[in-house]
């Protein structure tokens, strides 16, 4: 979310940057570079003569289809490129602003659709801000540390290892910033490689500026959130064990929960980023099904993965990694299973969608309605598209319901902390940008933003957010005493079951909340 005042939030484009990636676009693409290479590239078909087989026709006909896909999807990405480059070339030397739009849950988006910091590498490495700050004393050695975060080479050591390790590469760095493409090209090895050779041109210009603690900087610099849904259970339960390992408590390196779930998993074959993308999507609400196709694909990369074992070590896998998540955050299961017992009761028994109301007072309602179709007789044996709308009449779909609670409630809290922590910086006069748990400011204002960040996430966690979330699904939801029968019927135990469960609120841990502000990796 940028920043409420308009000086915070004018946007330009790095010129220098998109010189270099207009280059390689105009050169032929990279598939190395994610550049889109034109539709000219793709192969033609082979031919198809008489005396081919039948077989062999067959098969000249699924190449030709293939080869028709592939350079329909290679002209969508290059045109969708070329439009990128096209509008931020339309901005060179111009200031521009990215209105947000906000969705139910609270969570903003940029409007724009082509040129943001939500977008891809490129898209993010090409922007930055208009208004410029000094680096001051320690804005370089933040732009080193972004520097090695973009990387994702050294995620396991601490800052002061991070630092050190972009000393060493100083020579790489320079290289990269004045031979981007004819130098060794270090900055294309990195997993954001344009990002880092923007950063490699930044560290560059500042060293050789003079003075860098004068020097006047445009970059945003990032910190990311350590998980930040299972950082957000492990609060709300105040689980200690959890909470240590998504870094809500101090430690002299960043511990990293994917690599703790891989090594309970299995030792050795499965790596950090076979398990990451489910662990990641588990706190909202991917299914075993879900999980067991993400853990395939990641098994599927491996080159020396026996490729007939993907199936069945996906099962084993998905499995054992949801019991491992559930030693790990022992409370987080618990609170998953409450609200999604809670969704299941309000949406089936009171036959209402789920609301709630942020801790910011921001109202949330979830819009799952199941479509009731009005078939006539004669048309009962014909499938009709479902395409009706909706109004507040509609019964909820209870099953979507009950599988989004969870992950629209922490999505509810995480919004909360980036509009406290977005306002707090105004107040403070910093720039702030925000992809949902990645908060962007200027080198010189990181250390300043990462306290505000931390300050803000334990006055959100200090209150009694389960508490109050009960009690305002009871007053909302749950029947009195003069609507309860007594007569033992189905339908007065399922009402006297939703007054008990909403009233449940899960068990909590004896983790400080606090912890979190001498926490240094907790957002890093």
Not at 77 to 83: F, K
Not at 343 to 363: D, M
């Amino acid at each position: 979310m940028l920043s409420p005042t308009a000086e915070d939030g004018e946007i330009e484009v790095r010129i220098s940057l998109l010189d270099v990636i207009t280059e390689v676009f105009n050169s032929g693409g990279s598939q190395r570079l994610d550049i889109p290479e034109p539709p000219s590239a793709c192969p033609p078909p082979g031919a198809v003569n008489p005396e081919m087989s039948k077989m062999e026709r067959f098969e000249a006909y699924k190449q030709r289809m293939a080869l028709r896909r592939q350079k329909a999807e290679m002209y969508s990405l290059w045109c969708d490129t070329l439009y990128r480059l096209s509008l931020a070339n339309h901005f060179r030397k111009r200031v521009f602003w990215l209105p947000h739009n906000m969705d139910f849950r609270g969570r903003v988006y940029p409007c724009p659709p082509h040129l943001n910091h939500l977008g891809s590498d490129m898209a993010r490495a090409i922007i930055c801000f208009f208004r410029g700050e000094p680096l001051g004393p320690k804005g370089l050695d933040w732009l080193k540390i972004h520097l090695v975060n973009l990387t994702g080479l050294k995620k396991k050591n601490s800052v002061s290892e991070r630092l050190q390790y972009a000393q060493e590469l100083m020579p790489d760095i320079l290289d990269s910033a004045d031979r981007p493409l004819t130098g060794d090209m270090w900055w294309a090895k990195s997993e954001c490689p344009w990002q880092t050779l923007a950063v490699c041109m930044e560290i560059a210009r500042a060293m050789r500026s003079g003075d860098p603690e004068a020097y006047v900087c445009h970059f945003p610099v990032h910190q990311d959130g350590s998980c930040n849904g299972l950082q957000h259970y492990a609060a709300l339960g105040r689980d200690s064990v959890g909470a240590e390992s998504v870094n809500l408590t101090p430690a002299v390196k960043p511990q990293d929960v994917y690599s703790r779930v891989a090594a309970l998993v299995l030792e050795g074959f499965v790596r950090r980023k076979v398990i990451k993308q489910t662990v990641m999507t588990t706190v909202y609400g991917v299914t075993r099904f879900g999980a067991r196709l993400q853990i395939a694909k990641q098994l599927k990369d491996i080159e020396d993965f026996p490729k007939e074992f993907v199936w069945p070590a996906s099962t084993y896998l998905v499995l054992k990694t949801f019991e491992s998540l559930q030693e790990m955050f022992t409370s987080t299961k618990e609170i998953q299973d409450w609200f999604t017992e809670c969704a299941r009761l309000i949406s089936q028994i009171c036959g209402q969608n789920v609301e709630w109301v942020t801790p910011l007072g921001f109202p949330v309602v979830q819009p799952y309605n199941r479509l009731n179709k009005l078939v006539a007789p004669q048309l009962q044996a014909k499938k009709l598209q479902e395409h009706y709308n909706m109004d507040m009449f509609e019964r909820p779909n209870v099953m979507k319901q009950k599988n989004a609670f969870p992950p629209n409630y922490i999505h509810s809290l995480d919004s909360s902390h980036m509009m406290l922590t977005s306002l707090f910086c105004e107040r403070r006069g910093i720039t702030f940008v925000s992809v949902h748990d990645c908060f962007w400011t200027h080198p010189s204002t990181v250390d300043v933003m990462n306290r505000i960040c931390r300050e803000q996430f334990v006055a959100l966690h200090s209150q009694p957010i389960l508490e109050d979330l009960s009690r305002f699904m009871v007053q909302k939801y749950s029947y009195s005493d003069s609507e309860l029968t007594n007569d033992g019927s189905m339908v007065d135990m399922t009402k006297r079951k939703l007054n008990q469960i909403l009233t449940k609120v899960p068990s909590k841990g004896d983790l400080d909340i606090t912890n979190v502000l001498n926490s240094v990796y907790f957002f890093s």
